[in-house]
């Protein structure tokens, strides 16, 4: 089963409001990255957390982990219409074989004009 | 710098017939997966190449399912017989070293419809 699990499921907000969408996991991870798609297009990286860190930002971006509760949130701050997409968040973990990626379920977000 | 090249973009075929997906990667880059994402999931792993030996295969269905990467440049994903399950976007990416923590580069993935 995939790693992890993305709640909600789908978001709908006004522009110029914040997102905010969590990501929960269920095993102990190296990394966590949020990837975002837009309808039809392949996944584009936004950011990634080390797991020894717990918030860091990116311009409009703000994510944090913690890793007792083994989940993330992925803020984004005055939205715009084209910040609709699916988001995704992604663990990773450093097995002897190589790093072992997971992807959760997704939250859909509109961002109403 | 150009991007992950996949094609086709979309294919149809009948249950039982064969089918192959066909990416290039960004230049330089030594590390590539093959992620099988159907439609309202995540992608799921299913082949991870460093150069051209296989790291990760865990979630292939072997007895179908078959990747290759010659060259350590492109690579090929095949499935011999697709079943309906097998419906969903085939999903390239990229990244320059086996390190942890590198971001991946997708391309726009190939949409599989098994009739």
């Known amino acids: 089963s995939q790693q992890g699990e993305e709640d909600p499921q789908a978001l709908s907000i006004q522009e110029g409001e914040n997102a905010t969408m969590n990501c929960s996991y269920k095993t102990s991870i190296n990394n966590l990255q949020w990837y975002r798609q837009n309808s039809g297009r392949g996944l584009v990286h936004l950011i990634l957390i080390r797991s020894n860190e717990r918030e860091k930002h990116s311009g409009r971006l703000r994510v944090t982990l913690d890793t007792s509760k083994k989940s993330s949130s992925l803020l984004i701050t005055a939205s715009r219409a084209a910040d609709t997409a699916s988001y995704f968040c992604a663990t990773e973990t450093y097995p002897n074989t190589g790093n072992q990626f997971y992807f959760g379920t997704g939250t859909s977000l509109t961002v109403i004009p | 710098e150009a991007g992950v090249a996949q094609s086709p973009r979309y294919k149809i075929i009948e249950k039982r017939q064969s089918v192959a997906f066909w990416c290039n990667p960004i230049s330089g880059h030594a590390t590539l997966y093959w992620y099988q994402q159907i439609l309202g999931q995540g992608p799921k792993l299913l082949i991870q190449?460093?150069?051209?030996?296989?790291?990760?295969d865990s979630q292939l269905p072997k007895d179908r399912f078959s990747a290759e990467r010659l060259k350590g440049v492109d690579s090929t994903l095949k499935i011999q017989p697709a079943k309906l399950e097998d419906s969903a976007v085939y999903l390239c990416a990229s990244s320059s070293s086996p390190l942890p923590g590198q971001p991946q580069h997708f391309g726009d993935g190939t949409r599989l419809s098994i009739l």
């Open positions: 190449f460093q150069n051209n030996g296989v790291v990760d």
